[in-house]
């Protein structure tokens, strides 16, 4: 199976070439200022047009593209409309190379940050609020990629697959996110502070997993948006985990009161549904 990968070059991407190579043959869209073709590798940059208009005229063949390329915010970036912009301008390309290279199947990298951050339970026709969200921004954008993707390539012969991912860690996370932030004053006090009394509530899922997943979605047939997780914890509780695998009997989880204390349940039932039939 021929797979298209965009993104590649990334955090979750990388391990997606790395999984899928042992099985299919891989083809990688990795960002780069220049349009450069290095046997299987596509060096382009999504958001220049004149870079998508020479891939589309490439001579290759695709069974299934798999849309991990994003642009992320940042504590510092929050508010910047560039968030929005940008992922959707990469949205319109990949409907382009969609329609192009017409693939049987599309898988969307999409997210948990579509839903409100605030307390309740939320399968896949829940309520969908990026607004109140600190990463909002980028939650809208990803909902609008699904609708756009629906949308723009519904006369197409091809299966659309949308992963609501949850929060994604393993030890090659960038050094900003929480999982990171807790190993780091873990290996430096022997502590990890977590706020509003530890009692905020996420869903975590480990990089291993998520791949197995999406393998498992390559193979067989499904369409539809899918929350794609692992557990719904605690702050503390993944505190608690993170001390389980790199503390000592001596280190501490530290309880702050301030920081918000929403909790928000992911409900799996979906795809694990899905899982139980394969």
Known sequence: MN???TGA???IGKSLVKELSRCHHVLQIKNSKEYVVDNDIYYMNLLDASHVKLFLNEAISVDVVIHVASKMASAQS???LNILHDNIKMYEHLIDIV????PNKLINFSSIAVYPNIDGKYAEESMVKPSVNGDALYGLSKFCGENLLDH???NQQIDI???????VFSD???D???YMMMKDELSRTNNITVYANGERVSNFIHKDLLISKVSLLIENDCTGIFNIGDKNLTYKEFANYVISQFGNINSKVIIHPNGSKSKLFINMDKFNSLESQC
């Open 3 to 5: 797979i298209l990968i």
């Open 99 to 102: 329609e192009c290279y017409k």
């Open 152 to 154: 723009m390539l519904k």
């Open 78 to 80: 929050i508010y910047d």
């Open 172 to 174: 090659d996370l960038r």
């Open 176 to 178: 900003d996110r929480l």
């Open 9 to 11: 070059s990334g955090y």
């Open 161 to 167: 697959v949308h992963l609501r991912v949850s929060q």
